[in-house]
């Protein structure tokens, strides 16, 4: 039985493509099960990571199949390329290229192929493509793109760079080249270069989230909080959003001193993302500032699953459990904070007197 994905995947396709059989989880099942008898091992079952492989083996052989025996128009090979080549599927998005050659140019031929080459980790095939296309359309912004975008996958960041300083000269009012020098200067740690071509960029066009992720990336970076700020307020404005524009936004408002908005952003992204151990230590700073000291304790407790001697979480779980009246489980974290530093005993004498108070009273109530 061939997982639902890959149904849902066909059933999107079906709806634009009429032409193919509505109904091809008979050819999909049957296909995963003669390939499932020449993978499989007696000594242990397929893992879910190879029913995986698998399962798009099926797909791309009963589609490329399915595609070989139909009559396209141009408009349904397009998308039927963009959507099999966003499914992560290029070898079916070459075949989906090499089954209508008719019905494309040499150009179109040329930079599709580049695309699922790149896809496949070909990128010599791929450098090969994109370079015949610039040979018939040197003005192509978006063909220096893809070109500079394999010489990213070839670690050549600097004829990455390049390709995309050729985009923006043949090609001024495009986007990509502007946004990924942006990107690439800030992996350079060239921060306000950076901030420079996310302005270009957003001069460009104002609805691209990663122009706004970098911007503020980089003002931060720099240590200027009031232009983060400022480029929050312009994805707001333009209703740009995604889950790491909620993250810089959280990290700005607590830059600029509003904590409770700064808790409001982290608390919405950590219910997206809760692996994310850099943002819980973040809020775990937020709360400590706002003296939310019961609900500071839960962050503490995971931070210190992943650092047990991290002293700055021993510390405020000390202070956590203190405000708390947990005198108990603050005595223990005081004793391990004791093994890291010896003037934990001075900086909290005074808390440390009032917790052995109560647990002597404690004592002496249960006597």
């Known amino acids: 039985m ?35 008898v020449q993978f499989k091992s007696d000594r242990k079952p397929l893992n879910r990571e190879q029913l995986d492989w698998l399962e798009s083996e099926a797909f791309t052989m009963v589609m490329a199949d399915t595609i070989q025996n139909s009559e396209l128009n141009h408009e349904q090979v397009s998308f039927l390329f963009d959507t099999t080549l966003a499914a992560q599927l290029g070898q079916l998005s070459l075949a989906v290229v090499n089954s209508n050659k008719a019905l494309l140019s040499k150009d179109d031929i040329a930079q599709m192929s580049g695309l699922a080459y790149q896809q496949l980790g070909d990128y010599d095939l791929a450098k090969q493509m994109f370079e015949e296309t610039i040979e018939h359309h040197p003005d192509s912004g978006l063909a220096h793109c893809y070109l500079g975008f394999v010489y990213l996958h070839l670690s050549d960041t600097e004829q990455a760079k390049n390709c995309f300083l050729k985009s923006i000269e043949v090609a001024p009012t495009f986007i990509g080249g502007y946004q990924n020098l942006a990107g690439l200067y800030y992996q350079e740690r060239q921060f306000e270069k950076a901030t420079d071509y996310a302005e270009q960029a957003y001069q460009q066009e104002q609805t691209l989230a990663a122009t706004y992720i970098t911007a503020i990336s980089a003002y931060l970076a720099l240590g200027e909080k009031e232009q983060a700020d400022n480029w929050v307020n312009r994805a707001f404005q333009h209703q740009v959003t995604s889950i790491e524009l909620v993250r810089l936004a959280g990290i700005t408002a607590h830059q600029n001193g509003r904590l409770e908005e700064a808790l409001e952003a982290l608390d919405h992204y950590l219910e997206a993302k809760p692996e994310s151990f850099d943002v819980l230590s973040i809020r775990a700073r937020l709360k400590s500032e706002l003296g939310l000291y019961q609900e500071m304790e839960s962050d503490l407790k995971q931070l210190l699953t992943l650092e ?23 005595q223990l974290v005081m004793v391990d904070l004791n093994k890291l530093a010896a003037h934990y005993k001075v900086t909290y004498r005074e808390q440390i007197n009032l917790i052995n108070q109560k647990l002597n009273l404690d004592v002496v109530e249960l006597n």
């Open 308 to 330: 047990p001697y991290d002293e700055w979480c021993l510390e405020h779980l000390f202070l956590a459990y203190f405000h708390t009246s947990q005198w108990q489980n603050a």
């Open 2 to 36: 061939i997982s639902n994905k890959w149904l849902e995947l066909y059933q999107h396709i079906n709806e634009q493509i009429e032409v193919f059989p509505k109904d091809i989880e008979p050819l999909l099942s049957k296909r995963l099960d003669s390939l499932k």
